[in-house]
């Protein structure tokens, strides 16, 4: 517990000077960086794919979705990236089709393409129009609702939501993560409107706060059945007392994409 408060002491404010004050470009790179971990921690710490050139393959293409992110999406760019990415992970399986199966191609674009495009959602709203001060509503949404079902799933944790994928989460826990989603959605929009003289749909916070929190847990328990699936406790040790990038992130994989499309369906403010 000590351990896991006090990384996260240093942790958040080292976040926040990236997503508030740091030059965009920077903040791109360290994200690539940290999707490229993540690829590799889904990838090869799991032991899903051994094979060393297409983990490597298959970070090199995590930290490009960031890049391509910042520089504006562009669609004929992304589709001549897959190609080229497709191709170099089959060669390995056309080099050694004895040792290399095509389950392992799958499973680099789910590592290397599928999950690094989705947290790169958060790059993608961090450039957009009035990005830096929206950029906090997918960590508000997915880390208080982590925080409450922490917190309150220890205190008053007694029925269990997901026994053999997740033990210690509770239907009890959930609903606290609900509620600090809640109320810290509702203080950032209060926020937004007082002193940074936005025009706030309170409905819309409401809305973000509610989804975000039960597609986060939805995400949780996505990446807790890998773990229970391939015999790890986490995946890595990036973060003490949190484990591996995925360990801390896997929440944003579903809550990141999802508020990127919120905001531009139904804005929060303008």
């Not at 910042?70 to 170099?88: D, E, K, N, P, R």
């Not at 709203?125 to 009035?130: G, K, M, N, P």
């Not at 929190?213 to 328990?221: F, I």
Request: hydrophobic share 55%; glycine share 10%.
């Amino acid at each position: 517990m000590k351990t896991r408060i006090l990384s996260a002491g240093i942790g958040v404010p080292v976040l926040l000077l990236l997503l508030l004050v740091a030059p965009e470009m920077l903040t791109t790179v360290v994200f690539g960086v940290l999707l490229a971990i993540g690829a590799y921690e889904y990838l090869y710490r799991t032991g899903l794919v051994r094979r060393v050139r297409m983990v490597l393959y298959a970070s090199v293409a995590a930290f490009a979705l960031s890049l391509w992110s910042y520089y504006g999406g562009i669609t004929s760019f992304l589709m001549l990236g897959l190609i080229a990415y497709f191709m170099l992970l089959f060669s390995e399986v056309m080099m050694d089709h004895v040792k290399v199966s095509v389950d392992e191609v799958g499973l680099c674009v789910l590592g290397g393409f599928l999950i690094p495009y989705l947290l790169s959602a958060l790059i993608r709203i961090l450039v957009s129009t009035d990005g830096r001060y929206f950029i906090l509503v997918p960590f508000t949404v997915a880390f208080l609702s982590d925080a409450g079902a922490y917190f309150i799933g220890l205190r008053f944790g007694k029925h269990k939501l997901a026994p053999v994928v997740s033990p210690n989460k509770t239907i009890e826990g959930v609903l606290g993560g609900l509620g600090f989603s809640l109320v810290g959605m509702l203080v950032y929009a209060i926020i937004l409107q007082l002193f940074l003289k936005f025009r706030v749909n309170y409905g819309a916070a409401v809305l973000y706060a509610l989804l975000g929190s039960a597609v986060g847990t939805v995400g949780d328990l996505c990446f807790s059945v890998v773990k229970r699936q391939t015999g790890i406790k986490d995946y890595g040790n990036l973060i003490p007392g949190h484990g591996g990038f995925l360990d801390r992130f896997d929440s944003l994989v579903l809550v990141a994409p999802l508020m990127e499309a919120l905001l531009l369906i139904l804005p929060l403010a303008v």
